[in-house]
């Protein structure tokens, strides 16, 4: 059974850079699988931050392209994410989730525990 | 980028009564990529219904999800003490995911 952790600092200082790791623990980050990241800022709701697939190729939140690296690590069996240049308005639970995509499925089917990450 | 409408905000109802929500798209969405997911506090979003309509593995029959193009329902046939939370839809289209902004589902 797949399972998720997200793992990184809870505290992030204006103007710096948010870095979160997701380790991928029962099953392997090359499967068929794009592997995701979904911030809620207290008290709202979700947004999507980005995805990535074990090749590489990944695809951004518009609204948070510019600031935001998506990686994956085959040797270490996770993904990570950058995002720059924070604000107070990025303080937010972080989760890491994966997607699966069959034909005749699609959705967010696991999800790591979340971490909290307050930028002041 | 597609928008996702999700109405009313809050629905406030009794254990055993039948609950109703709505996912509005701005434009047409493919129903294999609409998909319910249920968050309790402090827990992490949960997967419910997928496909706009079939069930993920382990979810009661009494959750059922409706709908096509730019309307979608999730449909709650009677609430039991643990539905109690707040339900999102999401959608994927064009490299691009977006969530509604919920509903809360809360006891009255």
């Known amino acids: 059974q797949v399972q998720l952790q997200e793992s990184g600092p809870g505290l992030v200082k204006p103007s710096g850079t948010l870095s979160l790791t997701c380790a991928v623990s029962g099953g392997s980050i090359s499967s068929t699988n794009w592997w995701n990241w979904v911030r809620q800022p207290p008290g709202k709701g979700l947004e999507w931050i980005g995805e990535?697939?074990?090749?590489?190729?990944?695809n951004y939140n518009p609204s948070l392209k510019s600031r935001v690296t998506i990686l994956v690590d085959k040797s270490k069996n996770q993904f990570s994410l950058k995002l720059s240049s924070v604000t107070a308005a990025d303080t937010a639970v972080y989760y890491c989730?994966?997607?699966?995509?069959?034909?005749?499925?699609?959705?967010?089917?696991?999800w790591g525990q979340g971490t909290t990450v307050t930028v002041s | 980028e597609i928008v996702l409408t999700q109405s009313p905000g809050i629905l406030s109802l009794s254990p055993g009564q039948r609950a109703t929500l709505s996912c509005r798209a701005s434009?047409?969405?493919?129903?294999?990529?609409l998909v319910w997911y249920q968050q309790k506090p402090g827990q992490a979003p949960r997967l419910l219904i997928y496909?706009?309509?079939s069930r993920a593995t382990g979810i009661p029959d009494r959750f059922s999800g409706s709908g096509s193009g730019t309307d979608f329902t999730l449909t709650i046939s009677r609430l039991e003490p643990e539905d109690f939370a707040v339900y999102y839809c999401q959608q994927y289209g064009s490299s691009l995911l977006t969530f509604g902004p919920g509903t809360k589902v809360d006891i009255k």
């Open positions: 496909g706009a309509s």
């Open positions: 434009r047409s969405v493919s129903s294999s990529y």
């Open positions: 989730a994966r997607v699966t995509w069959r034909p005749d499925y699609y959705g967010m089917d696991v």
């Open positions: 990535i697939y074990h090749s590489g190729s990944s």
